[in-house]
């Protein structure tokens, strides 16, 4: 079955073996010599494991150096079977399921012949016990049913029974010798005594060969190569269960792992942190209301003298600006989120279904904090905005005045002359829109706040009419920019400097928040992408950690057959387990979430879509934890990995 010519193996220019050949047959064969005298390296080599060495070394005409990685898995999983002096079990699975490991790559498990196997092996009522509560001569025979399970044609044992007392050890030794009657079993041994007159010995010294086998193998058996061996994802996911069942700690940690990790990354994506120095704008929108983010655009007005920051203080020089064409400009630009003209009426009466309304003048320009019920008007219509004052007085709800009819009349004066002259105008409109007409204003640090109850604002055309039956000749009418955010307000304020037009408007105190705001953001940002990364890293340090201290459990699977492709599965189906888990435990936590993420960031994180961007990043994370657990795969040294006998 085994030839073995002229194989030579040096390590760092010393021969572990030198210049040995012999073959093996069916039947009992033990590889016998001192310490450091070769042994375990020509076990590698007959078993494929070691592929670089000199001479050559077959197995049924087939030599091993030739082996593809597919072909040494099919060996692994049907020809060779293994027995350790550590066992090496996966200790805390049951011992039906250690038996049942090199079957998941078969298509169908037979359990039968696994129950059978533990029968003959006197463990059956084992079965169900996990692996680490057992003796070691126990342990042995599970790692023998296990072996044979592969049925294999050779049992390569390195020193079986070096960690077993006496007794335990003979036992262990007659199974092999009965197993040896139908098979090639090869043992490495120290235990010398154990060797009959029945079985071939290989003895070796300092990598040199002693006595090998009298029979001289002539014949070979032919190998078949045809066996479908794969791993399905039912498998798969078969062997994840049983391995979350055993290893449920693990799995929780990696599954929190993700979803702490998603969750950070999300306050990354999101910006949320970023977004909390909003609080502090919308604190003063409270005291000061919607207004303040007002840009007035007025043709002239009185000044205190110049633009040194004062503008929001009661003018009293005359300034004189052209301001046409702004409206135009500014009524489609996309940080604007309303325009309202600033024309002031004066004994207004509003007639509805026949009855009439007497508005009492206020004197002021008309004011809106915000729109409470529709829109603002638009040009192609005469469309008004009422004051929310006269819905009331009305006895209906802001929402059903929208659609309804109005007839304007009111007093407008006309300073074409540089004198006041009221001039009638009136007109018939639809209600738009139902405004929030509060000014707010600080006066010795307190904020008080009042309403101009007669703020009626109409659209372009509407006012057009109303001012040319006032025969006013100066086309320019003032108006109010409610810019979107504080920095479109500065950036509209900015421009219009620019245009050598001078607004009006709260800017010192918009434009703090909007530098403070900005430092935020800069520092948010940053605090953003170390917190990005950090989360990255940890995935990536646990799972590396993790995944390296599951090298003798990956190397278990490799010697039962498993390819790197069938553990890359295997990983596959784990990080999809464990993220679905991470998802759910995200969904199902996200109040908490909320809660721990307002403490530390004062943030809600999971409001609208949010929730949602979790899953994929908590996916993508998963993509990083599947890519380092591939690594500690594709290092996994077998005979490394599981050798930790003599050295
Ligand atoms: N990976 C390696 N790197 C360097 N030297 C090695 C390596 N493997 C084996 N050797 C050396 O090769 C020689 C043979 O080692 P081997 O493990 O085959 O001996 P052994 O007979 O199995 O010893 P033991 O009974 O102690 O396990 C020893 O001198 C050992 O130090």
């Given amino acids: 079955m085994f030839e073995i010519k002229n194989v030579s193996k040096q390590y760092n220019g010393e021969f572990a073996l030198n210049n040995i050949s012999f073959s093996i047959a069916k039947g009992m064969n033990f590889i016998v010599g001192a310490s450091g005298s070769g042994k375990t390296t020509l076990l590698k080599i007959i078993?494929?494991?070691?592929?670089?060495?000199?001479?050559?070394?077959?197995?049924?005409?087939?030599?091993?150096?030739?082996?593809?990685?597919?072909?040494?898995?099919?060996?692994?999983?049907?020809?060779?079977?293994?027995?350790?002096?550590?066992?090496?079990?996966?200790?805390?699975l049951s011992v039906l399921d250690n038996v049942l490991l090199p079957q998941y790559l078969k298509n169908n498990q037979s359990r039968k012949n696994a129950e059978s196997i533990l029968k003959d092996l006197k463990i059956s009522d084992l079965a169900q016990q996990k692996v680490k509560y057992l003796s070691g001569g126990q342990k042995q025979r599970v790692a023998i049913a296990r072996e044979l399970m592969k049925n294999p044609r050779v049992i390569i044992a390195d020193e079986p029974t070096s960690a077993l007392d006496e007794k335990t050890a003979k036992v262990t030794m007659d199974i092999l010798k009965a197993i040896s009657k139908k098979r090639t079993v090869i043992v490495v041994t120290h235990n010398t005594h154990f060797i009959d007159h029945t079985s071939n010995?290989?003895?070796?010294?300092?990598?040199?060969?002693?006595?090998?086998?009298?029979?001289?193998?002539?014949?070979?058996?032919?190998?078949?190569?045809?066996?479908?061996?794969?791993?399905?994802?039912?498998?798969?996911?078969?062997?994840?269960?049983?391995?979350?069942?055993?290893?449920?700690?693990?799995?929780?940690?990696?599954?929190?792992?993700?979803?702490?990790?998603?969750?950070?990354?999300?306050?990354?994506?999101?910006?949320?942190?970023?977004?909390?120095?909003?609080?502090?704008f919308d604190k003063l929108i409270d005291t000061y209301g919607e207004g303040l983010k007002d840009i007035s655009v007025v043709g002239s007005f009185m000044s205190a003298g110049g633009t040194d920051g004062k503008q929001e203080e009661k003018p009293n020089a005359n300034v004189t600006q052209n301001i046409g064409g702004l409206y135009a400009k500014y009524v489609d630009d996309k940080r604007v989120d309303f325009i309202a003209f600033s024309q002031a009426f004066n004994?207004?009466?509003?007639?509805?279904?026949?009855?009439?309304?007497?508005?009492?003048?206020?004197?002021?320009?008309?004011?809106?904090?915000?729109?409470?019920?529709?829109k603002m008007p638009t040009d192609k219509a005469n469309e008004v905005v009422v004051p929310d004052g006269f819905v009331q007085t009305l006895g209906i709800s802001n929402e059903q005045a929208i659609?309804?009819?109005?007839h304007f009349s009111s007093k407008i004066y006309n300073w074409d002359t540089g004198e006041p002259v009221l001039k009638d105008a009136s007109i018939t409109a639809t209600i738009v829109g139902v405004a929030d007409t509060t000014v707010y204003y600080e006066y010795e640090g307190k904020v008080s706040e009042y309403s101009v109850t007669d703020s009626f604002f109409f659209s372009k055309v509407a006012l057009d009419d109303l001012?040319?039956?006032?025969?006013?000749?100066?086309?320019?009418?003032?108006?109010?920019?409610?810019?979107?955010?504080?920095?479109?307000?500065?950036?509209?304020?900015?421009?219009?400097?620019?245009?050598?037009?001078?607004?009006?408007?709260?800017?010192?105190?918009?434009?703090?928040i909007v530098r403070l705001n900005a430092q935020t953001i800069e520092q948010s940002g940053?605090?953003?992408?170390?917190?990005?990364?950090?989360?990255?890293?940890?995935?990536?340090?646990?799972?590396?950690?993790?995944?390296?201290?599951?090298?003798?459990?990956?190397?278990?699977?490799?010697?039962?057959?498993?390819?790197?492709?069938?553990?890359?599965?295997?990983?596959?189906?784990?990080?999809m387990t464990e993220t679905v888990t991470a998802i759910l435990v995200m969904l199902i936590a996200s109040p908490l979430i909320n809660v721990a993420t307002k403490g530390l960031f004062s943030i809600n994180l999971f409001h609208s879509n949010l929730l949602f961007t979790g899953v994929p990043l908590i996916a993508l994370v998963a993509v990083a934890a599947y890519f380092t657990t591939t690594i500690a795969i594709l290092n996994t040294h077998t005979i490394k990995a599981l050798k930790t006998g003599d050295r």
């Fill in 347 to 374: 004994d207004i009466k509003v007639t509805m279904n026949g009855k009439e309304f007497s508005i009492p003048s206020t004197g002021s320009a008309p004011v809106i904090n915000k729109l409470v019920a529709g």
């Fill in 526 to 575: 940053s605090a953003n992408a170390i917190i990005g990364i950090l989360s990255v890293v940890i995935v990536i340090a646990i799972f590396l950690i993790t995944g390296f201290m599951r090298t003798r459990e990956f190397a278990i699977y490799k010697v039962s057959g498993f390819r790197n492709l069938h553990l890359g599965l295997l990983n596959l189906t784990e990080r």
């Fill in 467 to 512: 001012r040319r039956q006032a025969e006013m000749k100066n086309e320019n009418i003032n108006f109010t920019i409610r810019a979107k955010t504080p920095a479109d307000m500065i950036s509209i304020k900015d421009e219009l400097n620019e245009a050598g037009i001078v607004p009006l408007g709260r800017f010192e105190l918009v434009e703090d």
């Fill in 403 to 406: 659609g309804k009819e109005i």
């Fill in 201 to 280: 010995v290989i003895s070796l010294d300092k990598g040199e060969l002693v006595t090998s086998p009298q029979e001289v193998v002539t014949t070979t058996e032919s190998l078949k190569y045809d066996q479908r061996h794969s791993l399905s994802v039912k498998n798969a996911f078969a062997l994840t269960k049983s391995t979350i069942r055993s290893k449920w700690g693990r799995f929780g940690v990696s599954a929190l792992t993700l979803m702490v990790a998603g969750v950070l990354c999300l306050t990354t994506v999101s910006g949320a942190i970023g977004d909390s120095s909003q609080g502090e």
């Fill in 47 to 92: 078993s494929g494991m070691e592929q670089d060495f000199d001479g050559e070394a077959y197995y049924c005409g087939k030599s091993v150096k030739q082996l593809t990685p597919s072909e040494k898995s099919y060996y692994y999983n049907n020809i060779f079977g293994f027995i350790w002096q550590d066992f090496n079990l996966l200790e805390d």
